[in-house]
């Protein structure tokens, strides 16, 4: 009793090599792919309104008047106690 082998492999393609050509693309070639990409990540952003913009910006302003007041406030106080350990020692 001779057993048959069967074969369920699809008959294989022959395959073409593709060559890769791994020259580098030239400068300008590099900086206008750039300029495209960059073009459409823009596209992408949700930009502010002219009303959130202003807001945003006066937020921040006004965050930085204050810091700028107690770094200041920290600054005297500082100076002030300077003053005093110098006349205590001297």
């Known amino acids: 009793m001779a057993e048959e082998k069967k074969s369920n492999a699809a008959p294989t393609k022959a395959v073409t090599a593709v060559k890769k050509d791994d020259a ?3 400068f300008f070639q590099r900086i ?3 300029f495209r990409e960059m073009k459409s ?18 937020i921040s ?8 007041v107690v770094l ?16 205590l020692a001297g």
Request: charged share 25%; no cysteine.
């Open 24 to 26: 580098k693309p030239g």
């Open 32 to 34: 206008g792919k750039w």
């Open 41 to 58: 990540e823009l596209k992408k952003v949700i930009w502010p309104t002219r009303k959130a913009l202003v807001q945003n910006s006066l």
């Open 61 to 68: 302003v006004g965050v930085m008047l204050v810091s700028a």
């Open 72 to 87: 200041w406030g920290f600054d005297r106080l500082a100076e002030m106690l300077v003053r005093v350990l110098f006349m």
